[in-house]
T-cell receptor, first 115, second 113 residues
Framework: DTGVSQDPRHKITKRGQNVTFRCDPISEHNRLYWYRQTLGQGPEFLTYFQNEAQLEKSRLLSDRFSAERPKGSFSTLEIQRTEQGDSAMYLC?????????????FGQGTRLTVV | GDSVTQMEGPVTLSEEAFLTINCTYTATGYPSLFWYVQYPGEGLQLLLKATKADDKGSNKGFEATYRKETTSFHLEKGSVQVSDSAVYFCALSDSNAGNMLTFGGGTRLMVKP
């Protein structure tokens, strides 16, 4: 396994269009997280899954955002009716939940530009 | 809610200089603390971690000590190299919140030969 992979790496879209990103976590990891990072800032938590269940969503995740993780494997993040403020790097991370602290492994991200 | 504050950059140092990047946190529970590093063109990588008070995390010559009394987790390295040039993020996680990470704003380090 080569780590967390995200697709696409870059996406340019027109305002008002829908976009979907995909994340493939490390295969044995049961937790999957989505974060958003804007230029010059640290990543901000959006949502996370344990297996296929979406357990928490940030207030940052407006109704235009939806995430799924069917069968507890890969995950998709969809943004409907994109706005210029959605331009950011979208990061996916995965970890194995266990007693104590587990390391989160990050993908290289999908950079979204809304024009 | 939980928050992390770290010194703003960029921090510019000459090779072999001593590095300190300050990080303080606010948390309601007993968080674990992390430093992540982002090299140019690459994803975030865990640099080191500490899970309880007075723990010292260390890796690649970097170290940080979990100080509960000052709610701090400052990153230090005795002698930086050009290859250490990157953006460094301090973060905390709360096991009661699914271990999601709360990040600071990041500090860019530039090391000149």
């Amino acid at each position: 396994d080569t780590g967390v992979s995200q697709d696409p790496r870059h996406k340019i879209t027109k305002r008002g269009q829908n976009v979907t990103f995909r994340c493939d976590p490390i295969s044995e990891h049961n937790r999957l997280y989505w974060y958003r990072q804007t230029l010059g800032q640290g990543p901000e938590f959006l949502t996370y899954f344990q297996n296929e269940a979406q357990l928490e969503k940030s207030r940052l995740l407006s109704d235009r955002f939806s995430a799924e993780r069917p069968k507890g494997s890969f995950s998709t993040l969809e943004i409907q009716r994109t706005e210029q403020g959605d331009s950011a790097m979208y990061l996916c991370a995965s970890s194995l939940s266990q007693q104590g602290v587990s390391e989160a492994f990050f993908g290289q991200g999908t950079r979204l530009t809304v024009v | 809610g939980d928050s992390v504050t770290q010194m703003e950059g960029p921090v510019t140092l000459s090779e072999e200089a001593f590095l300190t990047i300050n990080c303080t946190y606010t948390a309601t529970g007993y968080p674990s603390l992390f430093w992540y590093v982002q090299y140019p063109g690459e994803g975030l990588q865990l640099l080191l971690k500490a899970t309880k008070a007075d723990d010292k995390g260390s890796n690649k010559g970097f170290e940080a000590t979990y100080r509960k009394e000052t709610t701090s987790f400052h990153l230090e390295k005795g002698s930086v190299q050009v290859s250490d040039s990157a953006v460094y993020f301090c973060a905390l996680s709360d096991s009661n919140a699914g271990n999601m990470l709360t990040f600071g704003g990041g500090t860019r380090l530039m090391v000149k030969p």
